[in-house]
């Protein structure tokens, strides 16, 4: 088995008391001795703070970087504003999903941010694709998210510039004398930041935002169930190799550019497939939001059948919402039993738990647009 990584903040979760878990090849927090539900009571009621270290941060460089990037992903990346972050997705020639990844324009460079799972692939991906001049820089930064409805609040203390910021605009500032690049998004539902910064800067700038009153720190186990709530995927999960935009609902991911009569239409992996679904809505199943009765969570990799008992799909990613106070999932379906207020039936151990197909968010996002 080979060495697990440690993000720059390892000893600082060591000293907070958190149990450490393997996690993408490295060792990470899944909890604090405040436990997962009351992590992610905090995160929704107040501000918590994730270490998101072992994401890889990358720079694009050479001639026309968005027109570079625009062949792998099908967003629309060349008409992204300079200090605006977008969401992409990298795409396979069968029309699947490699990685979901963040995308800035920096001017005269892109910012990228993938999934740490993925990052020795989606690397190689990118330089395996990428024309002579451009160039790829592996950049050695910790990464934290400052997540909830008092981020604002406390991040106006220490950087009162990075709250005129709105959803998913990007700057780089000075926070309490440490030089940042911050993005106002995250992955939990709330507002937020989401700050990168030297490793070496890493913990005194966590041990700064710890200081605050409203701030916690905050595990992986709460990470999942508040972006679960938010209705947002996990890649390896909810998204992969075997699944289209479409069927991930992800269409909004797609720039409409980048769609048929659209300026710059195709010109990326999978293009003829994936914008024949969006056309033709052709596709046969569809990632869908469940709500459970009781308490009994229905994880990942419960089949779902109709009252007919048909098997209609599976579970991908599923737990108990804590702000929702019942089980919430998500997973594939067919079509046909796609429709919000429809009832399936989750096998768990032998017994078909009722469940409703449901819209997502769960919760009521809490994004500061403006």
């Known amino acids: 088995m080979s060495q697990l990584e440690k993000t720059p903040l390892y000893d600082l979760h060591v000293e907070l008391g958190a149990k450490l878990v ?10 604090y001795p405040l436990g997962v539900k009351k992590e992610h009571e905090h995160t929704r009621t107040a501000c918590g703070l994730f270490d998101v270290s072992h994401m890889a941060q990358l720079i694009l460089r050479g001639p026309d970087p968005a027109a570079a990037l625009e062949a792998l992903v099908p967003a629309d990346i060349v008409g992204l504003p300079k200090g605006m972050q977008r969401y992409a997705l990298f795409t396979n020639p069968e029309g699947g999903i490699l990685d979901d990844l963040m995308v800035v324009n920096g001017g005269d460079h892109l910012y990228l941010v993938v999934n740490a799972a993925c990052k020795a692939q989606d690397i190689a991906h990118l330089e395996a694709h990428l024309t002579a001049g451009h160039r790829l820089e592996l950049l050695d930064r910790g990464l934290l998210a400052l997540q909830g ?29 440490v030089e940042a690049w911050v993005s106002r998004s995250g992955y939990t539902g709330e507002d937020g930041f989401e700050i990168s910064v030297a490793a070496a800067d890493s913990e005194t700038l966590a041990r700064r935002l710890l200081a605050e009153a409203e701030v916690e720190a905050i595990g992986l186990g709460a990470r999942d169930s508040l972006r679960l709530e938010a209705g947002l995927c996990l890649y390896g999960h909810d998204i992969d190799t075997a699944t289209t935009p479409v069927e991930a609902g992800l269409i909004w991911a797609i720039g409409k550019p980048r769609r048929l009569g ?3 239409a195709g010109g990326f992996p999978g293009a003829e497939l994936i914008l024949q679904q969006v056309q033709d809505k052709d596709h046969r199943r569809k990632r869908v939001g469940l709500l459970g009765e009781g308490r009994a969570p229905v994880r990942e990799g419960a089949e779902l059948y109709n009252a007919e008992g048909e098997r209609i799909g599976v579970v991908t990613s599923g737990g108990f919402g804590p702000s929702v ?8 379906v067919s079509i046909e039993a796609s429709a919000p207020e429809t009832q399936v039936f989750a096998e768990v151990r032998g017994k078909r738990l009722p469940m409703t197909v449901s819209k997502m968010p769960f919760v009521t996002p809490g994004y500061y647009r403006g």
């Open 22 to 31: 393997p996690f993408a090849g490295y060792e990470m927090p899944v909890q």
């Open 149 to 177: 409805p008092q981020a604002a609040e406390v991040m106006r203390r220490l950087c009162p510039e990075a709250c005129e910021l709105v959803f998913m605009q990007h700057a780089r500032v000075t926070i309490d004398g």
């Open 262 to 264: 659209g300026e710059r």
């Open 325 to 332: 106070g019942k089980p919430v999932a998500m997973g594939y």
